[in-house]
């Protein structure tokens, strides 16, 4: 009963910016932490940055500094502004949560991705 749902990804050149957009709906009692994660083809897929319910944030080293993650609670979505762009940082872009359901039942739940692709 919970989807997640990424957006805003594209085609953009290095050094431009985007930002991606995760909507998260459903039988939703409360989320708690919200995160992206990215994947390379033939690379695993890696923790890109993190934010809990009360605002923490955690950064991968590679994106600290270019990227920015928050979250509007009131309309359970969470964003990432990615801003001097590098090839490197071409990959699919994983929206996760972990989602308390009103049924009281918990689980992490994953987009379904979005293509970001960065060109040199």
């Known amino acids: 009963q919970v989807q997640l749902v990424e957006s805003g990804g594209g085609l953009v050149q290095a050094g431009g910016s985007l930002r991606l957009s995760c909507a998260a709906s459903?039988?939703?009692?409360?989320?708690?932490?919200m995160g992206w994660y990215r994947q390379a083809p033939g690379k695993q897929r890696e923790l890109v940055a993190t934010i809990t319910s009360g605002g923490s944030t955690n950064y991968a080293d590679s994106v600290k500094g270019r990227f920015t993650i928050s979250r509007d609670n009131a309309v359970n979505t969470v964003y990432l502004q990615m801003n001097s762009l590098k090839p490197e940082d071409t990959a699919v872009y994983y929206c996760?949560?972990?989602?308390?359901?009103?049924?009281?039942?918990?689980?992490?739940?994953w987009g379904q991705g979005t293509q970001v692709t960065v060109s040199s």
């Open positions: 996760n949560a972990f989602v308390v359901a009103v049924t009281r039942t918990r689980g992490d739940y």
């Open positions: 459903g039988s939703i009692f409360s989320i708690n932490a």
